[in-house]
Nanobody, 128 residues
Framework: QVQLLESGGGLVQAGGSLRLSCAAS????????MGWFRQARGQEREFVAA????????KYGDSAQGRFTISRDNDKNTIYLQMNSLKPDDTAVYYC?????????????????????WGQGTQVTVSS
């Protein structure tokens, strides 16, 4: 059974930083492209960042570009999202997602519909 467990969310003031983690189990992690998405209340799920299975390629959504960094540690079966210069608009539930298909080493995907496994999410709240 595949499990993705996010952690690291919380309440932070605008301009602050948070580091989210997503620990995976039940899948061959090094074969899986991974992604972070977020969903604010009343809004659709939004792409934040994605990383290839090797970590050699990354892609960011417009809102994350220049402020967030996605990374992974295949020895620990974990991906991370370092979020800096946080804004109130970053307030959302953040989800990690895994692709169950083996992809090319640099494959990244920003389409939430093409991810197969999802975590339960972690709340990030940025106060002004």
């Amino acid at each position: 059974q595949v499990q993705l467990l996010e952690s690291g969310g919380g309440l932070v003031q605008a301009g602050g930083s948070l580091r989210l983690s997503c620990a995976a189990s039940g899948l061959t992690f090094s074969n899986s492209a991974m992604g972070w998405f977020r969903q604010a209340r009343g809004q659709e799920r939004e792409f934040v960042a994605a990383i290839s299975r090797t970590g050699g390629n990354r892609k960011y959504g417009d809102s994350a570009q220049g402020r967030f960094t996605i990374s992974r540690d295949n020895d620990k079966n974990t991906i991370y999202l370092q979020m800096n210069s946080l804004k109130p608009d970053d307030t959302a539930v953040y989800y990690c997602a895994a692709d169950r298909f083996w992809r090319s080493p640099l494959y990244v995907n920003s389409n939430s519909k093409e991810y197969d496994y999802w975590g339960q999410g972690t709340q990030v709240t940025v106060s002004s």
